[in-house]
């Protein structure tokens, strides 16, 4: 069983385009993440939800939307695509543990974002 | 501002040699956790550990070990008699208490030749 999944897994399209990367989690975690790795692997948060409440949204062009119809469920659509998105963009999850300390985040396998 | 850096860009090792990467991170914050994770060829993420930063025993797991020194903000991560599946880019980061989000460090290639 996937804990972190995402689709698609490749996403090539062209400049000006809108796309939409989709990520689920069945870990019953309460908070998830999108990040960006660029074409030199850095990795960098874009945003995070808790219980479908934004928490998180570091400098990114308001292009990106994150939206989270449940708290399973955290998706990222792109609009009028650049050719600096091309990257990784990973989707994670973790849960607040009961003492108040968190827990790791697991990671989904991750979509490659190609525009050309 | 909190920051994770690790220096080694690159390692190549020859199997079953001992290999240490390194990580030096900068917080002000009392309370912090420290994080690995190992991102192979394949490309997802792996979690190999989390530390708390009121926790300094060093851990062993198998082959793996980690050395988290306070005094020097290093989190050190030895891999004992490696092999060539332990191929990949090692990224060290940190999270602060009250901030979900992880700040990662720039990551360190790893090669083992056969």
């Known amino acids: 069983d996937t804990a972190v999944s995402q689709t698609p897994k490749y996403l090539v399209t062209q400049m000006g385009n809108d796309k939409s990367i989709k990520c689920e989690q069945n870990?019953?975690?309460?908070?998830m993440y999108w990040y960006k790795q660029d074409s030199k692997k850095f990795l960098k948060i874009m945003f995070s939800?808790?219980?479908?409440?934004?928490?998180i949204n570091e400098t990114v062009p308001n292009r990106f939307s994150p939206k989270s119809p449940d708290k399973a469920h955290l998706n990222l659509h792109i609009n009028s695509l650049e050719l600096g998105d091309s990257a990784v963009y990973f989707c994670a999850s973790s849960q607040v543990g009961t003492s108040g300390r968190r827990d790791e985040q697991y990671f989904g396998p991750g979509t490659r974002l190609t525009v050309t | 501002a909190q920051k994770v850096t690790q220096a080694q860009t690159e390692i190549s090792v020859v199997e079953k040699e001992d290999v240490t990467l390194d990580c030096v991170y900068e917080t002000r914050d009392t309370t912090y956790y420290l994080f690995w994770y190992k991102q192979p060829p394949s490309g997802e993420l792996v979690f190999l550990i989390r530390?708390?930063?009121?926790?300094?025993q060093n851990e062993i797991s198998g082959r793996y070990s980690w050395n988290f020194q306070k005094s020097t903000s290093s989190f050190n991560f030895t891999i004992t008699a490696s092999q060539v599946v332990d191929s990949a880019v090692y990224f060290c980061a940190l999270r602060r208490t009250g901030r979900r989000a992880l700040t990662f460090g720039s990551g360190t290639r790893l090669q083992v030749q056969p």
């Open positions: 530390r708390n930063s009121f926790d300094e």
């Open positions: 939800y808790n219980n479908k409440e934004l928490i």
């Open positions: 870990l019953g975690h309460d908070t």
